[in-house]
């Protein structure tokens, strides 16, 4: 069993997406487009935040929901 959200492989392989796609939204053309890089920004940081929050819930249902909210975002 998992003690923390920091301990499950999803949640470390989101941080490394997040961190790919800030590296990738600082290249040009993308760096431009600023309602773009904040759109993307914020739906890169929502997967790690829904998958931290579903871990908290502490129900099955509850954290398989908030999976889906990250796979969505």
């Known amino acids: 069993m ?4 920091e301990d499950l492989e ?5 941080i490394t997406f997040t961190g790919n796609i800030y590296r ?6 993308l760096k431009n487009d600023f ?5 993307l920004r914020r739906a890169t940081i929502s997967i790690s935040n829904n998958i931290s929050e579903g871990f908290e819930r502490e129900t099955d249902k ?4 908030f999976l889906y909210f990250a796979k969505v975002s």
């Open 24 to 29: 990738l939204l600082e290249r040009q053309p």
């Open 2 to 5: 998992y003690s923390s959200f």
């Open 10 to 14: 999803v949640y470390k392989l989101s």
């Open 35 to 39: 309602a773009m890089v904040d759109q």
């Open 62 to 65: 509850e954290l398989i929901r």
